[in-house]
């Protein structure tokens, strides 16, 4: 088994390019999915097998697989995107990154 | 429309036993496994196991195997986690989700939650 890494936080102004990796050892050999966690709430599909946008998913978010390392980009980042960002795949059993806050300021 | 409904915050006391319920409503029920992570105050998010309902036999991390028991009740479409010996560790939410396909998928349906706080 192996971890799956994430930044603890980022920080991004309103209206720019915000980016947040996810790193492990075969990840290019699995798919990655995101998740999206506002304070207080379920976690909620943003991204998975990688690149793909569940229906309702803005198309600001955007995902790629690279490697070892996995992207989760949001271009024109808005104010209600801030919140918690988790990647998962799966190995021997089902991974999580430690997650990363994200602020708009 | 699917919809994981999960049972009510529990209170427990140190080496009790808690079981949360998840109640799978608008979408089959048997083929998609559905597994249970849990979220520690203020942590990320963990998996703990899951289960194809039609199967009956659940998969552990590692680190629960032994303490949990994940199970389906396929007539009332309902999977539970049990865990018992509960430290004060324990206390979390515990969410299940449903994941898109018959293994290894994403999880693309979640239930709201259940806290559960370990207290003396």
């Known amino acids: 088994s192996y971890g799956l890494t994430q930044p603890p936080s980022v920080s991004v102004s309103p209206g720019h390019t915000a980016t947040i990796t996810c790193s492990g050892d075969?990840?290019?050999?699995?798919?990655t999915s995101w998740y999206q966690q506002k304070a207080g709430q379920s976690p909620v599909l943003v991204i998975y097998?990688?690149?793909k946008r569940p229906s309702g998913i803005p198309e600001r978010f955007s995902g790629s697989n690279s490697g070892n390392t996995a992207t989760l980009t949001i271009i024109g980042t808005q104010a209600v995107d801030e919140a918690d960002y988790y990647c998962?795949?799966?190995?021997?059993?089902?991974?999580f990154g430690g997650g990363t806050k994200l602020t708009v300021l | 429309q699917v919809q994981l409904v999960q049972s009510g915050a529990e209170v427990k006391t140190p080496g009790s036993s808690v079981k949360v319920s998840c109640r799978a409503s608008?979408?089959?029920?048997?083929?998609?496994?559905i597994s249970w992570v849990r979220q520690a105050p203020g942590q990320g998010l963990e998996w703990m196991g899951g289960?194809?309902?039609?199967?009956?036999?659940?998969k552990y991390a590692q680190r629960f195997q032994g303490r949990v028991l994940i199970s389906a009740d396929t007539s009332t479409n309902t999977v539970y986690m049990e865990m018992r010996s509960l430290t004060y560790e324990d206390t979390a939410i515990f969410y299940c989700?449903?994941?898109?396909?018959?293994?290894?998928?994403?999880?693309?349906?979640w239930g709201q939650g259940t806290l559960v706080t370990v207290s003396s």
């Open positions: 989700a449903r994941e898109a396909g018959v293994g290894e998928s994403h999880f693309d349906h």
């Open positions: 608008g979408g089959s029920f048997s083929s998609e496994p």
């Open positions: 289960i194809t309902p039609r199967s009956t036999i659940g």
């Open positions: 075969s990840l290019e050999q699995t798919y």
């Open positions: 097998e990688d690149y």
């Open positions: 998962h795949t799966w190995d021997t059993s089902a991974l």
